[in-house]
């Protein structure tokens, strides 16, 4: 009621200003006929006092005539051919009037006929003409903003994605699809349901310019590194905003739509294609059975959780001492999973009560081991923590799965632990090497998985450069010519599964990261990801070396063999009799070392068990790649 109210004076205040017009038209069209016919008659002058009257006269007349012929039932803004049939009726209705005042006044003949012809035509200009400027004016503004509105967008990839992408974006509303580029020859000179391919993505930066184009899409899922980071290029020389669709591993996803446009991001840049894995043997490996996931709160630990339970384990327990990421980790699974028997602990790997309570209740058959440190500066000086943590702690758990009698323990572990030069590394050294030792008399299958850099993991280099270009700068790189391999957190958790299916027990796996990549490429492609320049609207400031940092990675030992496995990202490499015979002997020294918190304890056992961690290595001139180096 109130709203009624309120809305009525509005209303009003409309209809009356409209009312005002056409009176003031009223006059206006008279005035002017009259005055027209005095000069078409030849008459000297004009009685001033007489065309008051008539004015008054025909206002009265007309304004009723207008009133009763529906004049004032329309909105201007949506004046239509009925409003224009009902403004020629006012029209002829004002010739009418017109007349009979005259008539009325007793007006010459000549005067009578002049104005029944003349007024009728200046009247039906004085109402007609504003209301149709208006309705040009407001739908000039409409499409203004409709456009505003409506992207025109343009699909790079007339293929099969493209193709489905676009009555996706017709349905969805708010896009205008100009056309698609595509580089096959054959789709050249051809349309798409009606919109035609123009040319090859080359010719983008000229079409985006001709066409006005606001976004482009990239509708190429299956785009490797390289081919994303093409079009990526030609896209930021186009100056046009641009989105991609989900890759072909995002879409395996239960949670990702075809029609899911997002914004280009790093791992579209350094990720590679998709990984072609094994599901039927990684599922009859794990469904029904029964998992724990130590560090299940962290960025592997979560995916690997979240595809476990793709899976169909009996039940799937998660561990990890940080309370927010326990949170975040059982929200989610519960939310995606409903029918998964899940658990979440809050505790520490390295406390032999917790892990000892959690296998006696889970009774696991498959243990996932990824709870470690790994923030390497931090770690240099906190020997202590990263000892207990990531050496004490691998001891615990996969003493615990040796004792209630797990099927399968998975180490995730790191590149670093390869020749490592910084405490981090040497710790992940230390627990592969236990691993390796325990398998040898155990009824349990001990695996370890090595891999490098994950992208967007939580502390990587990542979030950390978004941060600083958040920020406004500068991006700090320790070195111009530092490199480390990366890989997605999607991919390196498929990995691992498919890992322990592939394991006998004591091998160490290594992923194919691929060819390395150039922290300092790595930052400029974010800078432009996220709409700037390197060097102008950005500084990239090289602050040197960090304690412990190495300018490259390297997946291998010197003397380690290595050969392909079944999975052609996967590759396997043996230590045998390097496992240290004294390695019980230091391990019971550095347990009274972190009961003691004796960090140069702790030192002497690294050194004594990973004695190259001493050494210092110069940088190779030349990179190989892994797929030179395996052995048939």
């Known amino acids: 009621m109130t709203e009624r109210v309120e809305r009525r004076p509005n209303w009003l205040n409309l209809r009356l200003l409209v009312i005002l017009h056409d009176l003031c038209m009223i006059a206006l069209a008279w005035s002017a006929a009259r005055i027209g016919t005095l000069w078409l008659l030849g008459e000297p002058s004009l009685n001033w006092q007489q065309l008051a009257l008539e004015i008054n006269l025909v206002l009265m007349a007309q304004g009723f005539l207008q009133w009763r012929a529906g004049l004032y039932r329309g909105v201007w803004r949506f004046a239509s051919l009925p409003d224009l049939a009902n403004l020629v009726r006012a029209a002829i209705l004002g010739a009418v009037a017109g007349a009979a005042v005259l008539l009325v006044l007793t007006a010459p003949i000549e005067l009578m006929v002049l104005m029944v012809w003349i007024f009728p035509v200046l009247l039906a200009l004085g109402l007609g003409l504003p ?3 208006y309705r040009v004016f407001k739908d000039m503004r409409l499409e203004v903003h409709r456009r505003r509105l409506t992207q025109r967008t343009l699909i790079l990839g007339a293929g099969r ?20 580029l595509d580089d096959k020859k054959r789709l050249r000179n051809t349309e798409v349901a009606g919109v035609p391919v123009l040319g090859t993505i080359e010719r983008l930066p000229r079409v985006a310019r001709e066409a006005a184009i606001d ?19 030609i896209c930021e020389r186009a100056e046009v905003d641009f989105k991609t669709l989900p890759t072909l591993t995002e879409l395996g996803n239960s949670f990702t739509r075809f029609d899911d446009l997002k914004p280009v991001a790093i791992d579209d840049l350094l990720g590679r294609e998709p990984v072609s894995l094994d599901w039927e043997s990684i599922r009859a490996g794990l469904a029904g059975k029964r998992v724990l996931v130590t560090g299940g709160g962290g960025s592997i630990g979560a995916e690997l959780c979240r595809q476990i339970a793709r899976l169909d384990p009996a039940s799937l327990v998660v561990l990890d001492h940080s309370e927010y990421n326990l949170y975040r980790v059982d929200y989610r699974l519960r939310g995606e999973f409903r029918e998964l028997v899940v658990e979440t602990v809050l505790g520490d790997a390295a406390d032999s009560a917790t892990i000892d309570h959690v296998m006696a209740r889970a009774r696991p058959q498959v243990v996932f081991h990824a709870a470690a440190y790994k923030h390497l500066p931090m770690l240099q000086n906190q020997v202590r923590e990263a000892f207990r943590n990531n050496v004490i702690g691998t001891r615990r758990v996969a003493d615990a799965a040796d004792r209630f ?14 020749n490592p030069s910084n ?15 325990i398998n040898r008399c155990s009824q349990t299958r001990f695996i370890t998985v090595r891999f490098g850099n994950v992208l967007n993991s939580t502390g990587s280099v990542v979030p950390l450069f978004n941060e600083q270009i ?5 991006v700090t790189v320790t070195h111009p010519e530092i490199t480390r391999y990366f890989m997605t957190i999607a991919e390196a958790g498929q990995l691992i599964l498919q890992a322990g299916v592939l394991g006998q027990g004591g091998e160490v796996f290594v992923l194919d990261m691929g060819e390395p990549v150039r922290i300092s490429y790595l930052a400029e492609q974010l800078i432009r990801l996220a ?5 102008r609207d950005i500084e990239i400031v090289y602050s040197g070396l960090r304690p412990g940092e190495k300018l490259f990675e390297e997946l291998f030992h010197a003397h380690e063999s290595y050969a392909k496995t079944a999975h052609e990202k996967i590759l396997l490499t043996r230590k045998g009799d ?8 230091c391990l019971r020294r550095a347990e009274q070392g972190v009961r003691q918190y004796d960090s140069d304890a702790l030192r002497q056992v690294l050194l004594e068990l990973v004695p190259e961690m001493g050494q210092a290595r110069q940088p190779r001139k030349k990179i190989v790649s892994i797929d030179s180096k395996v052995a048939s």
């Not at 009698?405 to 390869?418: M, Q, R």
């Not at 390097?578 to 002997?585: G, H, K, R, S, T």
């Open 131 to 133: 209301r149709l400027t």
């Open 161 to 180: 994605s493209g193709r489905l992408l676009l009555p996706e974006l017709r349905r969805r509303g708010g896009y205008d699809v100009v056309g698609f």
């Open 215 to 233: 976004l482009v899409v990239i509708a190429i899922p299956s785009a490797t590194n390289q081919q994303m980071q093409r079009v990526v290029e």
């Open 405 to 418: 009698g797990v099927e399968t323990f998975v180490l995730i572990s790191t590149d670093k632990a390869v």
């Open 423 to 437: 405490v981090m590394g040497a710790t992940k050294r230390v627990a592969e090497l236990y691993c390796q030792h």
């Open 470 to 474: 958040r920020r406004g700068g500068p």
């Open 531 to 535: 709409g700037k320049e390197p060097g």
């Open 578 to 585: 390097l496992v240290c015979a004294e390695l019980e002997d």
